[in-house]
């Protein structure tokens, strides 16, 4: 009897690990579709509670103005960056070909250091790479980013448009009362805790970028609002996003200034702004709303950034979320779950509180 668990259990995991590496090729296989598609749930999850902070927090604000007031903010956002980044762009590439030559001394001397007597220019590196031929496809780049942005929007909208259908659908999923409650409190505490993770990141983000505009803006550093945008949009990105925000300015001030001291306070700074951030600040805001490992966020990073490129990246931890919590409510795949979560208790993930529904159906429910 014991030999027949044992094999079903074998049997079971070895199913699921292929179903796990079926699932991966597939998304990888589908990248150009699901990617815009993944990036527009999570722009609706962001929408949605920006609504919701905008009608408890504003005087005012009825819940039907909330949602199209949210909307209409967070495109202008949107929009307000794309253009900061596309008027910033242009003189911050034209900066970099003007410390090329700085950027040669500064790898001849490193070359000497370590005894190359005929280090690689960059101007060489150029010519071998022969820039021209790259050109087209910088320009497809552009042209699918520009594509992307607007499946993105397209498909946000009508994920927004869809939430009023959301307790039909689980009428329909879920013949009883007892299941329909289980799997809206798995839907409450996904989308708690992608909120709750975007949120902390955005106040965490922004704390990072202002205090280093401050600390690039005192030494000087060229560029410095430009570089505070860039490091509050890579604060999404986890540890790959504090190192780029850590090491990069910094050696930019190496280039810009012809005395050391700028890049090493500069380094230093920034140094200690991500470690009172990252060590006291993010863990009081974050608590437990997460439950994940700290090994399976740098896993998740490796897997979908692997999948889905720079958008895996950005939401590999909220993907993760997600798949953990829906794991937990199967038997065959709880254990998976209990892995992927700190505690071992993947049930601990901002628990929704009782009687608790969204916000379309529970006005449904209401009428």
């Not at 900061?84 to 590439?93: D, L, Q």
């Not at 005192?218 to 505070?228: E, M, P």
């Amino acid at each position: 009897m014991a030999a027949a668990v044992s094999s079903s259990a074998v049997t079971r995991n070895a199913v699921v690990v292929l179903a796990v590496i079926a699932t991966g090729a597939t998304l990888s296989w589908m990248s150009d579709i699901l990617t815009p598609l993944a990036l527009a749930m999570f722009l609706a999850v962001m929408i949605d509670g920006f609504a919701r902070v905008l009608e408890h927090r504003l005087p005012g604000v009825s819940s039907r103005a909330a949602l199209p007031l949210a909307v209409i903010l967070s495109v202008a956002i949107f929009g307000g960056s794309a253009f900061f980044i596309a008027e910033n762009a242009t003189s911050f590439g034209g900066q970099l070909i003007a410390y090329t030559p700085k950027l040669n001394r500064l790898i001849a001397q490193a070359a000497n250091l370590i005894g190359i007597r005929a280090p690689v220019s960059i101007s060489t590196i150029a010519e071998q790479l022969d820039p021209a031929k790259y050109l087209g496809v910088v320009a497809k780049g552009l042209q699918n980013f520009t594509s992307t942005a607007s499946f993105v929007l397209v498909y946000a909208g009508f994920i927004i448009a869809s939430r009023r259908t959301f307790e039909r659908k689980m009428v329909a999923l879920f013949r009883t009362r007892e299941e329909r409650q289980e799997a809206v409190a798995a839907f409450l505490r996904i989308r708690d805790g992608v909120e709750q993770y975007l949120w902390v990141q955005t106040i965490t983000g922004a704390m990072i970028a202002l205090a280093s505009f401050i600390a690039m803006l005192a030494v000087g550093l060229n560029d410095a609002a430009f570089w505070a945008f860039v490091i509050f949009v890579i604060a999404y990105i986890p540890v790959i996003g504090g190192f780029i925000a850590i090491v990069a300015p910094p050696l930019f001030a190496l280039l810009q200034f012809d005395t050391l001291w700028q890049a090493i306070v500069l380094f230093g700074v920034l140094n200690g702004i991500g470690v009172v951030v990252g060590n006291f600040i993010y863990p009081r805001m974050q608590g437990r709303s997460l439950n994940i490992d700290p090994v399976v966020v740098l896993l998740a990073l490796a897997f979908w950034g692997a999948i889905w490129g720079i958008v895996g990246a950005f939401l590999s931890t909220p993907l993760t979320v997600m798949i953990m919590v829906i794991l937990a409510q199967f038997d065959g795949t709880r254990w998976i779950a209990v892995l992927l979560s700190a505690d071992g208790n993947p049930h601990q993930l901002k628990e929704a509180r009782p009687g608790r529904l969204p916000d379309e159906a529970h006005r449904s429910r209401s009428q």
